[in-house]
């Protein structure tokens, strides 16, 4: 059972999609997946306005209840050898002591697996450490070794200038994409000025941002694809945050696909920043054209 969709992609990747008698409620890649039970649930809107919905999840933090919830019946009646959930966000997925707490109850207590990768080594090793867990340990060594060769064919075709990157994880407010992020502008070429390898997501002002001088800007908004991306995006560029944005170029990328989820889509995601900073679209990838 995997309760966020990086989990589920791993599992995919590894060749166990077919073991998998539960997944989260946010699971939609491969699209083989079919009518897998779903385990998760949330009270979030995720229609919503991200202001809305950054309020919201502060609301649930401070009553002291969950943003992403497991229906511990469910959990029960499926009865999983092995659940894997995280320990990096309680925003992004379940909580990791929450399934603990609901594994020790069951009557036959599954195994719990945490991912914890913050940087793109840390997502390799998870994704080892899935693979080991399912038997799989062959297959994990392999895919890291796959995803690891693209990046390094990455590297070999970047700009001989490495251009400055900001990127925006969140618009209201906005937020700076850290953990495996700057790791991913590196391998694409690039330098990330808003942030560290491993270092957590930070709230910057919009004059902070523009402060950092970039050359270009990449909006990836977490959980959000493409034209999600250009609703937020609108509604914001006939505000003073707008105009400081549109200051460099910006970028729009699929999120939800290629950067929020810390698994074998990393490397696109990679690939794509690259694309921005050679001017190039791609799908899941497009340049924010401001109306007017």
Do not use: K
């Not at 946010?26 to 229609?47: K, N, S």
């Not at 609301?59 to 990096?88: F, H, K, M, N, Y």
């Amino acid at each position: 059972m995997t309760l966020l969709p990086a989990a589920t992609e791993i599992v995919a990747a590894l060749g166990g999609a077919d073991r998998l008698v539960g997944i989260s409620h946010e699971c939609d890649f491969p699209p083989t997946l079919g009518a897998i039970p779903r385990v998760t649930t949330t009270p979030i809107d995720p229609a919503a306005p991200s202001g809305a919905i950054d309020a919201e999840v502060r609301a649930l933090r401070e009553t002291g209840r969950p943003v992403i919830a497991v229906d511990a019946a469910v959990l029960r009646r499926l009865a999983p050898d092995l659940i894997v959930t995280q320990d990096l966000c309680e925003v992004c997925a379940v909580a990791g002591g929450e399934v603990h707490r609901l594994a020790s109850a069951m009557p036959a207590a599954p195994t719990v697996l945490s991912l914890s990768g913050r940087t793109l080594d840390g997502v390799w090793e998870d994704i080892r450490r899935v693979a080991r867990s399912l038997g799989l340990e062959g297959e994990g060594v392999a895919l890291v070794a796959r995803l690891q060769g693209r990046l390094e064919r990455l590297r070999a075709s970047a700009l001989a200038h490495r251009p400055r990157v900001v990127c925006v994880e969140w618009l209201d407010p906005p937020y700076l994409a850290g953990h495996w992020i700057p790791d991913l502008v590196e391998a694409a070429g690039g330098e990330d000025v808003g942030a560290r390898s491993g270092s957590h997501s930070v709230r910057a002002s919009w004059s902070e941002i523009a402060g950092l001088v970039p050359d270009l800007v990449i909006v990836m908004l977490c959980g959000f694809g493409v034209e999600r991306s250009r609703v937020e995006l609108a509604a914001l560029q006939s505000t003073e945050s707008g105009r400081l944005l549109a200051r460099a170029p910006v970028w729009v990328v699929d999120a939800n696909a290629y950067t929020s989820r810390p698994g074998p889509r990393l490397v696109d995601g990679a690939e794509r920043l690259q694309s921005a900073m050679l001017g190039r679209e791609l799908p899941g990838l497009v340049r924010w054209q401001p109306l007017g």
